[in-house]
């Protein structure tokens, strides 16, 4: 009896083990999330059933300056309203490589804004997504830094139009730096000095170059930066100010 007793005792100890390597392998991945529909209410949100975080108001990302760790391969990822059952997004099979680093962006509008003039990107509702973005966190070259952007804004124009200048340019005969970033859409990333640089954005096509967005960050070598577009808090417009994401360091 008392072997017997010892080798539950070892077997129960080697399935612990077994779970526990299951649950700390190297099939892992990483995941945040930036709440960027600016209509809907704080949502909570799910991955494979499990809620990982809750009370999320637009304009934020979970974790803050971090990622969360998730298994790799295809995840189910829900946001639904804080407290409710029902989702406003139910994405199945959301494929995540091992050793990746993701951005989830939780897009679109609950309701199309009164005309005129509509949201240019919004069909019917309900139209609200989620976007993976595939992240490179590798260090920038040498002395520089690394910026890029996301255009998330529903009532912006379908495509902007990106200057990454030196403060004060003038941007009248200039190609921009990202041409006709589309929505729902991240530009490459840029290797940009590490001084003061102006962002400016535009309608794609527009001859006035008017300005939508005309900011100016400065950031230190070794830095990455993920500028995100948004619309004004409850939708009908773009923001002038970006969400900027601390990506590294």
Do not use: W
């Amino acid at each position: 009896m008392l072997c017997r007793l010892r080798f539950l005792a070892f077997a129960l100890a080697l399935g612990a083990l077994a779970t526990f390597a299951i649950g700390c392998g190297a099939s892992h991945s990483n995941m945040r999330f930036v709440h960027a529909s600016p209509d809907a209410p704080n949502v909570d949100l799910a991955v494979d059933g499990k809620i990982v975080a809750t009370n999320l108001p637009f304009g934020t990302v979970f974790p803050g300056s971090s990622y969360l760790t998730i298994s790799a391969g295809g995840r189910l990822i829900e946001v639904r309203p804080t407290g409710a059952v029902n989702d406003l997004v139910d994405a199945s099979n959301v494929t995540f490589s091992t050793h990746q680093q993701y951005t989830v962006f939780f897009t679109g509008l609950v309701t199309q804004p009164p005309s005129p003039p509509p949201c240019p990107m919004t069909p019917p509702p309900p139209n609200q997504t989620v976007n993976l973005v595939t992240d490179d966190n590798s260090a920038p070259q040498s002395g520089e830094i690394k910026l890029r952007v996301f255009h998330g804004s529903p009532c912006a124009p379908a495509n902007l139009d990106i200057y990454i200048v030196a403060p004060g340019t003038d941007i009248t005969n200039l190609s921009p730096t990202i041409p006709g970033l589309p929505y729902q859409q991240a530009s490459s990333y840029q290797n940009v000095a590490p001084t003061s640089n102006e962002v400016i954005m535009t309608a794609t096509g527009d001859p006035t170059k008017f300005r939508l967005v005309d900011q100016t960050y400065t950031l230190t070598a070794g830095q990455i930066r993920t500028l995100v577009v948004l619309d004004v808090t409850g939708g009908g417009s773009i923001s002038p100010t970006p969400l900027v994401l601390a990506d590294l360091n």
